[in-house]
């Protein structure tokens, strides 16, 4: 049974290891996340301590999937935005384990992903993915539309430049 929660609470050594080898089975396995082959552990831990400052500070929500205390999956939703953009908000590094894929966990994040931004009164979604990604399938059955790619906006976890789309959706917030 799949269960999906928000993170509020501190890292723990091993909520740090598991959502940094979740990280890692990622980027090892071609996703575009901002990170380059090799990812080690400590540059990942590294990275997921700065997430947690964010969510302790209120500009991020962090959300998990788990089956049966195992976290496959995570989602985040920048809420910090600049005064003129209050009402957006951001999908960021969704990402689901290499072993749990096609079980529709990708479309539960998202959707609690927008549901924890309506809280926050966002009414305009956001997201960016390497064009061609298997993720693009997923944004366009939930309802996000594509921009044009962008030509060399980002590099492959291999090191190689590759396009990127950035898709946008309008919700309902619950504060409008």
Do not use: C
Request: glycine share 8%; hydrophobic share 45%.
């Amino acid at each position: 049974m799949i269960q999906i929660r928000a993170l509020t609470e501190a890292l723990s050594p091993r909520l740090a290891e598991d959502l940094s080898a979740l990280l890692i089975d990622a980027v090892e396995g071609g996703a575009s996340l901002g990170f380059l082959k090799p990812l080690d552990l400590e540059r990942a831990q590294v990275y997921w301590e700065s997430v947690a400052r964010a969510v302790k500070a209120g500009d991020k929500a962090l959300l998990v999937a788990e089956i049966e205390g195992a976290i496959v999956g995570t989602v985040q939703v920048v809420l910090d935005m600049p005064q003129n953009q209050p009402h957006r908000g951001e999908i960021s590094k969704m990402i689901v384990h290499t072993k749990v894929r096609q079980l529709g966990l990708g479309m539960r994040l998202l959707e609690a992903a927008e549901e924890r931004a309506r809280f926050a009164g966002k009414s305009l979604m956001v997201l960016d993915t390497q064009t061609g990604s298997a993720a693009e399938h997923l944004y366009k059955k939930a309802g996000y539309s594509p921009l044009p790619p962008l030509p060399d906006y980002a590099l492959t976890p291999d090191g190689e430049l590759a396009p990127t789309t950035i898709f946008w959706k309008r919700i309902q917030s619950r504060h409008l």
